[in-house]
């Protein structure tokens, strides 16, 4: 039978009309077990102290559970928003290269056309490729994940929506609710509905014979905050501000959190039930930190939220460049290849991709260009830690250069803070004016990564409507 094989994949790929390409990629995967499927899940908006293994106050057992068995990420860094932590995520690359639209939530497209995602090179590698969430890379259906490497897809092409309507900000991007491309009107929690579809994906995948890639971005726990009625009856009674609007607000933040933790639970049981948890690499980390609070600018009847995130001890919220804005609640779960440990090496979003397609045995055509790296050595424990490299943040209003446990802030305006974050964490003390030795090569390594960075919207896009 095992001689026949490739055989029989040749001619099923007639039938379902693959490409030799693809056919040859999907026997190459079928000859391979050893390859994980890769189930990436990226939270949004939530903050350092919402998780139980901080000792927040909110009910997150069962990424608790995968914590204590797995590899807790405690430096685990990313961009200060949405958009370009996804961009991050599925390219390997500093945000600023894609143009200075990537520096900040977007509606436009992020990556050229033809550009080789994450999703991309997995495909490549003969892996299924799915999405389902939130895109937030172009939110049109020409800029959606099927044109970057994702075989189907499902959620929103905008950024965070009603859990209840699916709604975006009023305008062009207001209904982006789809499945493959193909927007659509359904009822249902947003939250529940991502992840029924990614756990569909995960038990086909038992039976797929080929590995997978499941791509989980929740728009949980962004604004518009609210939650099903069984994750709030548990904090009915729940005391956590004097203040009734704002002890409101925190209840129903602290139902969305534990609904998300629900949701991660289910899919990890998926794993357990159909066979795959000990061949399926679990990744998760959120996108950027916590909000303090907020309003509601989404089509929505939703209230506004006076109190939301923690990101104590960590100065700062999401948007801002101080940690409790770009050091975030993540680990990794793989049983059986991922011993329990702590890593506290720098790492970036933008190493998942290096990481990822390495594990996949990608062979890329060119070269990747990536600025993440391989991280592999320090999650098994092979490597105590990472050779210190410069982690390069880009954001609107100024930009963050991390190496060696030093942290660099330069401001749009020209300010300039330097932090030992390895020793002071909360980033208490602004070292800058007694190390100028330290600013100065830190802000010459800054400038030498900055050159790389692309300046101006690509040609294609100028004009094009952003409509936030």
């Not at 949004?44 to 901080?54: E, N, T």
């Not at 172009?138 to 929506?161: H, K, L």
């Amino acid at each position: 039978m095992t001689a026949t094989r490739p055989l029989v994949l040749a001619l099923f790929a007639v039938l379902v009309g693959l490409t030799p390409s693809t056919a040859r990629a999907a026997a190459a995967a079928d000859a391979d077990p050893a390859r994980p499927n890769i189930l990436l899940i990226v939270a949004d908006d939530l903050g350092w102290a919402d998780v139980g293994w901080h000792g927040g106050r909110f009910r997150t057992p069962h990424m608790d559970r995968l914590v204590r068995e797995g590899v807790e990420l405690d430096r685990h860094y990313v961009q200060p928003v949405c958009t370009p932590t996804r961009a991050a995520l599925l390219s390997g690359r500093w945000t600023g290269r894609f143009g200075p639209h990537a520096l900040a939530p977007s509606n436009l497209r992020i990556f050229p056309p033809g550009y080789v995602t994450l999703a991309s090179a997995l495909r490549e590698s003969g892996y299924a490729t799915h999405l389902a969430g939130k895109w937030h890379l172009g939110s049109r259906e020409e800029w959606g994940p099927q044109n970057y490497g994702f075989d189907q897809s499902y959620g929103s092409f905008s950024g965070a929506v009603d859990p209840w309507t699916h709604g975006y900000r009023k305008g062009e991007y207001e209904k982006t609710w789809h499945r493959n491309g193909k927007r659509l009107d359904e009822e249902g929690n947003a939250t529940e509905l991502v992840a029924a579809q990614a756990v569909k994906w995960v038990e086909a995948g038992a039976a797929a014979k080929r590995p997978w890639f499941v791509y989980v971005p929740f728009q949980a726990v962004h604004i518009p905050v609210d939650a099903p009625d069984e994750y709030k009856r548990p904090y009915a009674d729940a005391m956590f501000d004097p203040d009734p609007k704002r002890n409101e607000s925190l209840q129903r933040f602290a139902a969305f959190v534990t609904q998300l933790d629900a949701k991660v639970g289910d899919l990890v049981a998926a794993l357990d039930r159909t066979g795959q948890r000990r061949n399926t690499l679990v990744v998760f980390t959120s996108d950027n930190g916590g909000l303090w609070a907020g309003g509601n600018a989404y089509v929505s009847k939703v209230p506004p939220t006076p109190a939301l995130s923690s990101n104590l001890p960590l100065r700062g919220q999401k948007a801002q460049l101080y940690d409790g804005g770009i050091r975030v609640c993540a680990f990794a779960s793989w049983p059986g290849t991922l011993g329990q440990r702590r890593v506290s090496a720098f790492m970036h979003v933008a190493d998942w991709m290096p990481t990822l397609t390495k594990l996949a045995r990608w062979q890329p055509k060119g070269d990747p260009k990536f600025d993440g790296r391989d991280v592999w050595p320090v999650l098994t424990g092979a490597a105590a830690d990472l050779d210190p490299r410069p982690i390069y943040i880009p954001a609107n209003g100024g930009r963050v250069l991390l190496h060696g446990g030093w942290k660099l802030i330069e401001r749009a305006a020209g300010k300039v803070e330097l932090y030992d974050v390895a020793r002071d964490p909360g980033e208490a003390t602004d070292l800058a004016a007694a190390e100028p030795a330290r600013v100065a090569a830190m802000s010459a390594m800054l400038a030498e990564i900055r050159k790389g960075d692309l300046t101006t919207l690509p040609p294609d896009l100028k004009g094009a409507k952003e409509a936030f």
